[in-house]
T-cell receptor
Framework: EAQVTQNPRYLITVTGKKLTVTCSQN?????MSWYRQDPGLGLRQIYY???????DKGDVPEGYKVSRKEKRNFPLILESPSPNQTSLYFC???????????FGQGTRLTVV | GENVEQHPSTLSVQEGDSAVIKCTYS??????FPWYKQELGKGPQLIID?????GEKKDQRIAVTLNKTAKHFSLHITETQPEDSAVYFC????????????FGRGTSLIVHP
């Protein structure tokens, strides 16, 4: 089954404790991206990648890092999480930049 | 960069009525416009899309119209049903930039039985 898998689905952590949210897709897509969803603000792009070893900042990259060492994986790294990073996070992939995006199920992160 | 405005933020209709959600975009180089439906606890899923060489596209009860001159596109849902209740997002992809979509802020559609 074609899918984008994010882990974990839920995470509560403390300020400053490094964490990684994993994202994996099995569709051999070149494009992958991370979004955060906050009430009233919709989906805001954090980082995106157009291929292996190619990443770039989206609209809200501060406080986040990503890497794309393999085509299927695109982890999101919070080196020092802060409470304002409490949000619902989505990973997405698409075959090209002009086609349908497939989203993961989301990761609800709470930073206390 | 691209800017996408979506209205209304909330839409409440009676079952069987039609619902219309409108989006405007700023970048004339945008040429792919998908619509996503997000049900509670799930990620967004594509329901329909349109490219800039087409003015209208239909899929059963759902249709999308595009006016490139005015830079706006709309989602039309006819004969709404309770299962249409969800958050809907429009998006615009620009060939002038990274191709990554810019999303509207979403519309919460509530269909009352």
């Amino acid at each position: 089954e074609a899918q984008v898998t994010q882990n974990p689905r839920y995470l509560i952590t403390v300020t400053g404790k490094k964490l990684t949210v994993t994202c994996s897709q099995n569709m051999n897509h070149e494009y992958m991206s991370w979004y955060r969803q906050d009430p009233g603000l919709g989906l805001r792009q954090i980082y995106y990648s157009m291929n292996v070893e190619v990443t770039d900042k989206g609209d809200v990259p501060e406080g986040y890092k990503v890497s794309r060492k393999e085509k299927r994986n695109f982890p999101l790294i919070l080196e020092s999480p802060s409470p304002n990073q409490t949000s619902l996070y989505f990973c997405a992939s698409s075959s090209t930049g002009l086609t349908e995006a497939f989203f993961g199920q989301g990761t609800r992160l709470t930073v206390v | 960069g691209e800017n996408v405005e979506q209205h209304p933020s909330t839409l409440s209709v009676q079952e069987g009525d039609s619902a219309v959600i409108k989006c405007t975009y700023s970048d004339s180089a945008s040429n792919y416009f998908p619509w996503y439906k997000q049900e509670l606890g799930k990620g967004p899923q594509l329901i329909i899309d349109i490219r800039s060489n087409v003015g209208e596209k239909k899929d059963q009860r759902i249709a999308v119209t595009l006016n490139k001159t005015a830079k706006h596109f709309s989602l039309h849902i006819t004969e709404t049903q309770p299962e249409d209740s969800a958050v809907y997002f429009c998006a615009a992809h620009s060939i002038g930039g990274s191709y990554i979509p810019t999303f509207g802020r979403g519309t919460s559609l509530i269909v009352h039985p």
